[in-house]
């Protein structure tokens, strides 16, 4: 009896640390939307938004104010400049991305 006693104790502090590791590697959306709608220039300057798979697509007023290097900080894995519009490869966060800056935006 003792024994199953051990392995559920064992079983509730590895699941714990599962847990305080999975918070710890979360990412909060609106700290870093709030972030990326700054390095585009702020809300004003964003004209349109899509996202197709892993990329965010932008249309910006100007796009000279763009800080693609934060951008980059923050997780993007590539940025391609087309005309006024930015294409941001940022994996899985772009559609909570996306949905978070339409929201902030309205």
């Known amino acids: 009896m003792n024994i199953n006693y051990q392995y559920i104790i064992i079983l509730l502090v590895l699941l714990f640390i599962v847990i305080i590791v999975l918070k710890a590697n979360k990412k909060d959306f609106h700290i870093e939307a709030n972030k990326l709608v700054d390095y585009l220039g702020g809300k004003d300057n964003i004209i349109s938004m899509e996202v197709n798979m892993s990329r965010f ?13 934060a951008i980059q900080k923050l997780g993007a894995k590539g940025i391609v400049e087309i005309d006024n519009q930015l294409k941001i490869i940022l994996g899985p966060n772009a ?3 996306l949905k978070y800056i339409d929201d902030l935006k309205r």
């Open 95 to 97: 559609k909570p991305l």
């Open 57 to 69: 697509k932008v249309s910006l007023k100007d796009v000279s104010i763009v800080n693609k290097e």
